[in-house]
């Protein structure tokens, strides 16, 4: 069963707001009110039949009150937390906090997107300033146009008995150079205006296809047909990706989608996934396909009801994560990198070498995913181009396999909230962690 | 004889401006408008100072600047970079390839002349 510290908070919560008796609640998911006054103080772990009987009950998504939605709040909290260096902010409530006020507690993640998104934008702008080459030379332009005026109304202005052909030199060059800075800043502002607020990035492109995803629960039917529809029909009504980038990265992520589709259907590979515990090798050879092909494969599988979510990590070379579906209760950073001791890196150290690794979450309650990891060669590699890999991993709460008799490695989300109080690659201080 | 300038820019309004005020005030002006034959203008020139312009046509500013400094002939030329960057990095960029003193457009003619005049020490 899924192991939570805020399931019961929640409940609770939820059927005070909507004005149910404890006895009442428990009758109705044939349990006693006393087991039920257990669980609303989280001194009982649910989940499965009875956490659906309860959200039934109560009217609410049995998800929201998983562990999952709970570990990507409390992680954006504490992220929220770590980046308010002059507030003493209490993290070690941060838990009861969002239990008990789980409304604020969901304003201070929305507000902390908000305030990423605007950093984003704040950052495209400057970096627009400073490399774009055709701003650059509009305004080095028009500062040329006004220093020339500048210098030679100072010299009309100052110099007395100027002689008349200088006059008539420095009249001409005014002239001119009013013309030019007249013409160079209405040009500005016309390419200024050509951007339009999707350029400048409302959120990253990555993050917009990764929304996308997330509303079509990363399982795209049209693309499971035989005649499968083109990308253009995939992405009507794809309010979340507004960027070109966007729209570039999520057709990529089709054409890609597709030949996985493609190798391996969904009724056959379904089922095989299924019977092989999800393992990616005996899949690989199944379906005479690749490992990492097989974990997306896996990963894009539609989500049963009640079932914990699997959940898929890519990297490129230079380990920057490049495709995030988060399993419940495994938050992934959103933006900086990762914990070094995924095994997603091992794998980018260890080209074409699968890995299997029992990891264990840091976090109140430790939570158990197989993981597995392999590090394939980009497409386009040739034999003289440096070889470029890019690694997957695939991650599979434990609830949902057998797990194999393998040493638990303890890894963290990202060293910035990492709880664990000694660690030998820690990247930098935890907000969370004892002083070593 | 007044001593002598090199202005090396590429924008006529300004050169014409900046030779202007100089003239007046006594120095000798040489203008030159590319950044590829500049060095060999300054050996040809062989200016008493140098204004230097950052963006030129051919090679930039910034990397004239290098070679000035690399050639113990002119290590310790006066030059008086000219830039429409005026930020910190761009300061410090000046500052480490060596020149002697840095100016952001717009400027003025005074301010022009008297840095002119203080590299110089007059």
């Known amino acids: ?436 | 004889m007044g001593k002598r300038v090199l202005l090396i820019e590429d924008e006529p309004n300004i050169i014409q401006a900046i030779s202007f005020i100089l003239a007046q005030d006594g120095w000798r002006v040489d203008t030159h408008a590319d950044g590829k034959t500049a060095l060999a203008e300054v050996a040809r020139r062989n200016p008493d100072v140098v204004i230097l312009d950052v963006m030129l046509p051919n090679r930039s500013g910034f990397e004239i600047l290098q070679d000035l400094r690399a050639d113990p002939g002119t290590a310790d030329l006066p030059v008086l970079m000219l830039t429409a960057r005026g930020q910190k990095k761009d300061r410090e960029m000046a500052e480490r390839f060596g020149a002697s003193r840095f100016m952001t457009k717009p400027f003025s003619n005074a301010e022009v002349l008297s840095a002119v005049r203080d590299l110089v020490g007059t």
């Open chain 1, 1 to 436: 069963m899924p192991a939570t510290t805020l399931i019961g908070s929640r409940i609770r919560e939820r059927r005070l707001t909507l004005g149910i008796k404890q006895s009442v609640l428990a009758q109705t998911v044939e349990i006693s009110p006393a087991y039920l006054n257990l669980i609303e103080h989280n001194k009982r772990r649910i989940g499965g039949k009875l956490l659906v009987s309860l959200g039934r009950a109560l009217d609410i998504d049995p998800t929201q009150l998983a562990e999952g939605a709970e570990a990507t709040v409390l992680a954006a909290l504490r992220d929220a937390a770590a980046r308010a260096e002059d507030i003493a902010v209490e993290i070690d409530r941060v838990e009861e906090f969002a239990g008990q006020f789980s409304g604020w507690a969901e304003l201070v993640v929305m507000q902390r997107r908000q305030i990423a998104v605007l950093e984003h934008t704040v950052e495209t702008l400057n970096d627009r300033l400073a490399h774009d080459p055709h701003l650059a030379a509009s305004l080095h332009d028009l500062l040329s146009s006004v220093t020339a005026i500048n210098s030679t109304a100072s010299i009309l202005v100052d110099t007395q008995d100027i002689a008349g052909e200088w006059r008539d030199r420095f009249h001409r060059n005014l002239a001119e150079d009013s013309t030019r800075l007249a013409e160079g800043a209405q040009a500005l502002v016309r390419y200024l205006d050509e951007v339009s607020d999707t350029e400048l990035g409302t959120s990253t492109p990555q993050d917009e296809v990764e929304l996308w995803l997330e509303a079509r629960g990363y399982h795209l039917s049209e693309l499971e047909r035989a005649l499968p529809s083109g990308p253009e029909t995939v992405l009507r009504g794809a309010t979340q990706i507004k960027s070109t980038a966007a729209k570039d990265l999520a057709a990529r992520y089709l054409v890609r989608y597709r030949a996985d589709a493609a190798k391996m259907p969904l009724g056959a590979f379904s089922s095989a996934a299924a019977e092989a515990g999800f393992d990616p090798l005996r899949l690989t050879e199944m379906f005479s396909s690749d490992p990492a092909a097989v974990m997306r494969r896996i990963a894009s599988l539609p989500q049963d009801d009640g079932q914990l979510r699997l959940g898929l990590v890519s990297c490129d070379g230079s380990g920057t994560l490049i495709f995030r579906k988060p399993p419940d209760g495994f938050s992934m950073p959103r933006v900086g990198a990762a914990c070094p001791l995924w095994p997603l890196y091992q794998a980018l150290s260890r080209p074409m070498v699968p890995i299997r690794a029992l990891v264990e979450l840091a976090g109140r309650e430790a939570q158990r995913f197989l993981t597995y990891a392999v590090a394939q060669p980009q497409a386009g590699a040739g034999f003289d181009a440096p070889p470029v890999f890019e690694a997957t991993m695939l991650i599979l709460p434990a609830e949902r396999v057998d797990v194999p008799d393998l040493p638990v490695q303890r890894i963290g989300s990202t060293c910035r909230i990492c709880p664990r109080a000694k660690c030998d690659v820690r990247r930098e201080p935890s907000v969370l962690a004892a002083p070593a």
